[in-house]
């Protein structure tokens, strides 16, 4: 936790003083027990954004790549992700992806926050995509308020395809609790999809963005 701690407040700092970001809403966050971060993602680095300007520590999927690659450059990558509390998953495995789920499940069971992107990957062209149903059924399983975020700029800081990045004015704005009935693991999909589709009318309305309706065909996790 110390480690966890220290990267996260120095990461923090990084952001704010390079970078001077608008954040909105802070006290929405619970101050106690688990919480379902749900932001839009449009840049690879709005994890390491929400997990360093939330007032709690909030764990995402991260590329299993990052903890594997090789190298200098691999070990300071994995160290990173493991000390902000990052959760490896397979790229385009369904099964990966489902034990992940399961292993935010249990992040949530002991009362902390987790973050997941409802549209599976970043949006490439700023467009708001349908969301997949594994945040609406974290929220059912659990009961846990989903906390929705729009990240706003941030694909200015380090453009697709590009290695580099531009530390640039971003906006996050945390809006308001959404609270679901908690009916465990055995409930119907349409239920799933009708809390998503809420949930993601709530970061719509934060983001701005415009609308598909049609999911984003990338499978990746980043």
């Given at each position: 936790?110390?480690?966890?701690?220290?990267?996260?407040?120095?990461?923090?700092?990084?952001?704010?003083?390079?970078?001077?970001?608008?954040?909105?809403?802070?006290?929405?966050?619970?101050?106690?027990?688990?919480?379902?971060?749900?932001?839009?993602?449009?840049?690879?680095?709005?994890?390491?954004?929400?997990?360093?300007?939330m007032p709690r520590p909030v764990a995402f999927f991260a590329k299993a790549e990052y903890f594997t690659t090789g190298g200098v450059k691999g070990k300071v990558m994995k160290s990173f992700f493991e000390?902000?509390?990052?959760?490896?998953?397979?790229?385009?495995?369904?099964?990966?992806?489902?034990?992940?789920?399961?292993?935010?499940?249990?992040?949530?069971?002991?009362?902390?926050?987790?973050?997941?992107?409802?549209?599976?990957?970043r949006s490439r062209d700023g467009i708001l995509y349908r969301g997949r149903t594994g945040v609406g059924w974290l929220a059912l399983t659990t009961g846990a308020p989903v906390i929705p975020v729009g990240?706003?700029?941030?694909?200015?800081?380090?453009?697709?395809?590009?290695?580099?990045?531009?530390?640039?004015?971003?906006?996050?704005?945390?809006?308001?609790?959404?609270?679901?009935?908690?009916?465990?693991?055995?409930?119907?999909?349409?239920?799933?999809?009708?809390?998503?589709?809420?949930?993601?009318?709530?970061?719509?309305?934060?983001?701005?963005?415009?609308?598909?309706?049609?999911?984003?065909?990338?499978?990746?996790?980043?």
């Amino acid at each position: 936790m110390a480690m966890f701690d220290a990267i996260r407040w120095t990461t923090r700092g990084l952001v704010t003083s390079t970078c001077r970001p608008t954040v909105i809403g802070l006290e929405n966050v619970p101050k106690e027990g688990p919480f379902i971060v749900a932001p839009n993602h449009l840049s690879f680095l709005d994890s390491v954004i929400v997990q360093a300007l939330m007032p709690r520590p909030v764990a995402f999927f991260a590329k299993a790549e990052y903890f594997t690659t090789g190298g200098v450059k691999g070990k300071v990558m994995k160290s990173f992700f493991e000390a902000v509390g990052s959760i490896p998953v397979e790229r385009g495995e369904q099964a990966a992806s489902v034990q992940a789920l399961k292993t935010l499940l249990a992040i949530l069971d002991s009362g902390k926050g987790v973050g997941i992107y409802p549209e599976g990957t970043r949006s490439r062209d700023g467009i708001l995509y349908r969301g997949r149903t594994g945040v609406g059924w974290l929220a059912l399983t659990t009961g846990a308020p989903v906390i929705p975020v729009g990240l706003i700029g941030t694909e200015h800081l380090q453009p697709a395809d590009s290695k580099s990045v531009k530390p640039q004015h971003f906006t996050m704005k945390v809006g308001a609790p959404l609270y679901f009935d908690k009916t465990g693991p055995d409930h119907s999909l349409p239920a799933r999809r009708q809390a998503t589709d809420r949930i993601m009318d709530a970061i719509a309305e934060l983001s701005g963005q415009e609308r598909s309706t049609s999911y984003n065909q990338s499978k990746s996790v980043d």
